[in-house]
Every structure is written in structure tokens, then in C-alpha cells.
């Protein structure tokens, strides 16, 4: 699994850096991508990627600013054209979403040759998607903007070969079998198989924010505790704690004290204003501890199991 | 006065090739610039590019398909903060416009911070705006799609010094007071400026096509007759007339047999389809006529005085 930064800006793109968009790359699990935030051009940004638009089978809207969304349509309109046909998407995000695309589609004629649903979620939901559950959790900002808690589902651990050579059974067909069910006979005995497996493999996490002010809630920092990655806004990298919460945005310092109590593998900073020169950032970047990174744009975070404990 | 295209692309963006958007820069004429259409990325377009989104003060849509419009939103409220504070903008384009657009800003919450007018336009209207008189025809697409004529105003010709000199005025602050009036006096004798004027000096024409089938109406090729400049789409570019027929669209001989009996400075042919690779394109452009151009991304065109004359 991969977490990929395809726009790392916030509100105006720059040359470099173009407005919100990421890629969670679940191909190796489940074949699929899941695309979180549609800024403007995010379809030509993909261009200079691997990323087949027909493999993107949800995507997530965190809030509907302009640098947020303003990529839906054409990404949509052209996954017609780019293998899409007749595989259905899902998209997840607040109540409107579904309207203005509606109207978009229709004072432009865009027929999609794909099943679209649109999902219009809210604080607290819980979403099921192919080999994840989503938790949705309402953060602050001056218009509905949603964390999403990717948690992969666990999986059952691998056959310990050893316990069965132990009641005889020598490694062979039998073991899928085995695996499937959760007990099974041998030589006249009944067997739970619970008791020859390692234990579960966890599932990994990844929190992602929309923009938002620094959020100290217990039950939140509870729910993104122990995340593999966790993406969170910056607009401010500079000291300007006072002027990130007047405009519901956050400031680095304020981000990474609030989250020094919760364990977490890496926390990837977006929404850099482009107002900072390279220079800056790179001294920045010198100084932040181990696993925070600085985004930019095509910045790629490969996630491990249980990279929590990495630390 | 400069033509930019700034998407040369049909439908699906490329590498190379936006969709579409274009610039008539007549920045040392009104210290303004003419925005036609809007495709996705325009504003990121514009950022490698000397032009300042606070000069564009009128958009003309040609029409509402995706690819000529989903980089409205954007460039709208980025020129907010690109200089464009309190300066009034107004976009001219079919029905439907003004309500993507209420809607668009709506929901995400994006406010201008300067006077916009949205002008929607039909068959045959005449637009006046700073320096030009803008000439509307509906075209033959699919949806409502328009021909914009931007017919630059007259200018009355340059005081000639001979004749003045031949009544005893030699020159001096008077000239700027005689030109200013339509009647003098002299030694007390009345006289009529324009008998001391070269002729009016013609205003150049540009006439930029929406998506369209070719058009053979003589009263429509009258009113593009002697344009400094035509630019016109060629969706297809290898002798499929019918296709491109079936499809609203243009072929490229189609477009240049219909052409032949009217004058033209130039002839930019836009809206290529990114299936035509650059070797295809190279060797088409060696064989067209002189003055007729493939056009590509910031392909740059100046626009003469009477340059149909110097054909």
C-alpha cells in the first residue's frame, strides 16, 4: 500500500505545487485506488503517473472548497474515456456534492458510461468499503470538512506449520482447507483452528484531514492513535498560531505538539501555503523529528504493517 | 494585439495539450485582456505565462462542454487574490452559465472580492465592449455552441501635416484641438477636419469558432470574410469528413475547402485530438497553405493591421 501527494498546495495552485489531491494505492490488496480530494487539474496530474483512473473505485471528498473539488467533474468526465466504462466509482463527501454535480453534468451534456453513486456522509459514519472501514469524524473548519479513518481490515494469521507437524498433519492441500474452516477433524478428533494460527494481522490506518484547526478532543486523537500515516493540514509553518485558527487552518507547531501523545508511523504535512520559498522549507524540513515530512507534489509514503511500531 | 492559445486540446487533456482556452491580448490597446473559453487548468496554464489574471476583464464562452469550462470555478476565484481585487469582470456565454456558476461558488463557499457580470449571450446579439464590437452566431454543434467576431472599433486616420501646412497651420498644440472636432477655424475661415484626415484607419477582426460542424451559410461566411484572424477546431485531421460530421465536429480539408472563397490574414486550427502523434502533425503542417497553422499549447500569434491584405 502507498500513500501518494498529488497536490500538496493550498487555495492556489503554484507551478509547483497544484491543489489538494491524494492517491491511496490499495492495487496489491484489492486492485483498486482511492482518490481523497479532486483539485483542479488532478486529472493532469495523473497523466504524469501510473494511476489508472478506471482503478480509482471511491474517492473521498473532505469539504467542497473550490481547491478541494474543482477536479471532480473533469476527472469523472474523462475516466469515461480512460478504461472507466462500466466500472462502477463511489464517491463519499457532504451534503451538496451530489447536487452540484448533477448540474455540472448537466449544463455540460456529460454522460458518464459508468455507474456513479454518490454517498452524502456524515459525522460519525462508518463506511464499508472493499477491505476497509472508513470512520468519518466532523473536524473545524468554516465549512463541513471530514477526517477519514482508513482502517484495514485485519486478517487472520498464517497456519503455524509447526503445532499441525505436532498432530500430524504434514503441509499439503489440506492446509487451505484447514484455513477456510473454523474447525476441522483429523484422525477422529475435532480441532479448533483458531489454535494453529499465529495471531491476527492488523490492519493498517491512515488518517486523513481536511483542512482544519488543531483538534484536541480526546475521542478524536483516540480514534487516529496508533495510524500508520497520518495526513494533516499546515497552511501555517511559521509561528502564526493565532492567524491559523482565526481562518480555521493550522500551524506546524501546534499540529505536532497536539499529536506528541498519540503513536503514529508518519505524519505527512499538506496544504502548504505557496507563499513559502524552497529555502525555508528546506531548513524546516531539517529540523521536524523523524517520520514528518513535508509534502509536495507526486511526494510518495510506502505504508507498512505495522509501521506504528517502527518508530 | 496578440493571440494566445493556452489549450489546443479536444475533450481529454494530454501531456502536452489542455483543453481548450485562449487569450486576445490587447493590453497596449486597452490595457486589458480577452479570455475565450475556460478548460480545466487554464489558471495553472496562465501561471507560465506573463498574463495577469487582474487584466481580463471580459470572458466570452463559447460553449457549456466540459472541456471549454471546468477551469472557470478556479480561475474566478483566483483572481481574486491575484491582483483582481475590485476589478469588474464580466463573462458573456450561452444559457446555463449563470447558474453553474451561483451553484459552483455556493458550495464551496467562494466569495469575489470584485464585481462580476454574467451576460448570457444568443444567435446574433452584438456586444460592445472597450475597443470592439463583438459579433454572436450560433454554430452547428451538438449543444449551443457560438462563433465570437471581435470586431476591434475604427479608428479616424492620422491628421495629414501637408494639407494643414497648405491653409499656413504648421504643426503644433492646435493639431491635437483640431482633431478633437469635426469642424475648425482658422483666419477666420471654418473647415472640416476630415478634409485634413488620411482615410479611417480599419479596426482588425478575429473571429474565434466554438466546436462546430464546418458552416457553408454565405451570410455566416460573410460575416468572417476578411478576419485578420480565423480560428477554427479541426477535431479530425486525416480526411474523416463523415466522422467528424457524425460527431458535431470538424475535418481539417473541410474546413479549408469552405474557407477558400473568403479573405483571411490567418488561420489557426485548434481543438486537436491527442490521438495524432507529433511525427502525423509535422508533416501535415509542411503541407498546408501559408497562413494556415496546426496550433499548440502558448502558440503565439500577432495580429496586424490589415494583415487579410498582406496574404
Tied chains: 1, 2.
Excluded at 454518490?118 to 468499503?129: A, L, M, R, T, W
Excluded at 482447507?177 to 484422525?187: M, Q
Excluded at 484536541?216 to 492513535?225: H, K, Q
Aim: hydrophobic share 35%; glycine share 8%.
Amino acid at each position: 500500500m502507498q500513500f501518494t501527494v498529488l497536490g500538496s498546495g493550498a487555495g492556489l495552485p503554484s507551478k509547483k505545487r497544484h491543489t489538494q489531491s491524494y492517491i491511496l494505492d490499495a492495487v496489491d490488496e484489492t486492485n483498486q485506488y482511492i482518490l481523497i480530494d479532486a483539485g483542479e487539474a488532478l486529472q493532469h496530474r495523473i497523466l504524469h503517473t501510473s494511476i489508472k483512473p478506471s482503478k480509482v473505485r471511491s474517492i473521498f471528498i473532505t469539504h467542497l472548497h473550490g481547491d478541494h473539488i474543482y477536479g471532480l467533474p473533469g476527472f469523472l468526465s474523462s475516466r469515461a474515456h480512460q478504461g472507466g466504462e462500466d466500472l462502477p466509482l463511489t464517491i463519499y463527501g457532504p451534503k451538496g456534492l451530489a447536487n452540484w454535480l448533477d448540474i455540472t453534468f448537466e449544463i455540460s451534456g456529460s454522460r458518464l458510461n459508468y455507474p456513479l453513486s454518490i454517498v452524502e456522509v456524515g459525522h460519525k459514519d462508518c463506511i464499508e468499503i472493499d477491505n476497509f472501514k472508513v470512520h468519518v469524524r466532523l473536524l473545524d473548519h468554516n465549512i463541513d470538512s471530514f477526517l477519514y479513518v482508513f482502517k484495514e481490515n485485519d486478517k487472520t494469521g498464517a497456519l503455524d506449520p509447526d503445532k499441525l507437524k505436532g498432530i500430524g498433519i504434514e503441509p499439503g492441500p489440506l492446509y487451505a482447507e484447514i484455513k477456510k474452516a473454523d474447525v476441522f477433524e483429523f484422525n477422529g478428533e475435532t480441532y479448533r483452528t483458531s489454535d494453529f494460527t499465529g495471531p491476527d494481522i492488523t490492519g493498517r490506518k491512515i488518517s486523513v484531514h481536511g483542512d482544519t484547526r488543531v483538534m484536541a478532543e480526546p475521542e478524536y486523537l483516540s480514534l487516529i492513535d496508533r495510524s500508520d500515516v497520518i495526513v494533516h493540514e499546515a497552511t501555517y509553518l511559521d509561528g502564526e498560531q493565532e492567524k491559523a485558527h482565526r481562518y480555521f487552518h493550522s500551524e506546524i507547531t501546534s499540529v505536532l505538539d497536539n499529536l506528541k501523545n498519540i503513536d503514529y508511523g508518519a505524519l505527512l504535512i499538506t496544504h502548504l501555503s505557496n507563499r513559502y520559498e524552497d529555502g525555508f522549507l528546506n531548513e524546516l524540513a531539517k529540523e521536524l523529528p523523524s517520520g514528518v515530512h513535508l509534502t509536495h507534489d507526486f511526494f510518495e509514503h510506502p505504508i507498512l504493517r505495522n509501521s506504528q511500531e517502527n518508530k
